[in-house]
């Protein structure tokens, strides 16, 4: 059958079924006769178990290790469960202490006293740690935000708007030990902002949708990736300017800078949100 009539058949959009395939979930078979993909009541069912298990918040590394019977359904479900039960018990406790709240009448953020609401204050804190990890990356949201992306696309903009009437006809784009070994048109110097915009409209949703099936930070990383991106651009923007005016030799050494230092970033962010293992207790639990 036709992928239109698995739509139809499932309810379910063409473009989630698509991901599906690009995910390696399912694999349909190709029509001899035109090419097309020749979805079989197997992959229909397939793709409505996927589907449903998705609804259920299974993530799209765990539906994988299903599939290839690296874990069991049973085992999945299980893990799931117990997921689902402690994110019910952290809004529960929250709903009920909101309720408590308005059912007082205290609802004056100037007499607001914590202590009050819960036992053990630090108890609270503890059993609520993830969203204190968010609030020590706030770095990492500030260099994943819109505005950031804005302010480093229009100095992109800035620079190929002041430095055009400067710039020689011809301007490089490759070098090799400090040597420009191809030149284009000035006006390429343009290209840099135009690819921050292409970065935002056309990879950043490629990058969130692959993170955000697999991590739970998956909208911050995607934020901060297309901005590093486009820090590239300007970075290389930049470098062509100096360059043409014997400011600037060597881009390798700006790039491999620019990578270190974002990277470095990312990592720190990732380990504070609990992505990655903190290196310094990796290191105590090692000598202990």
Known sequence: MTIKEVEEKTGLTRSNIRFYEKEKLIDPARNSKN?????SEKDMETIKK???????????EDIRNILSHKVSLEEMAK????????????FT?????????????????????????????????????????LDSVSFLYLWGSLITWALI????????????TRLPDQIPVQWSSGTAVSFVNKAFIFAYPLACVVFRIRLRPVIYVRLLMHYPFGEPITEYLTNYACFTALSIELFSVLFVHGLAKNVT???????AVLIGLLIVGITKMGLLPNPAKLWK????
């Open 79 to 90: 893990k799931q469960a117990a997921v689902l039960e402690e994110q019910i018990e952290g």
């Open 253 to 259: 050494a700006v790039l491999l800078l620019d990578t």
């Open 93 to 133: 406790k929250a709903k009920i202490i909101c309720e408590r709240m308005l059912a007082s009448g205290n609802t004056s953020y100037e007499e607001l006293k914590a202590e009050e609401w819960v036992a053990d204050l630090q108890a609270h804190w503890e059993d609520n740690k993830k969203i204190f990890k």
């Open 35 to 39: 090419g097309y993909r020749d979805y």
């Open 153 to 164: 696309t229009s100095l992109c903009l800035l620079i190929g708007i002041f430095s055009y």
């Open 50 to 60: 996927i589907a449903f298990l998705r609804t259920l918040e299974f993530s799209i």
């Open 285 to 288: 639990n090692r000598k202990s």
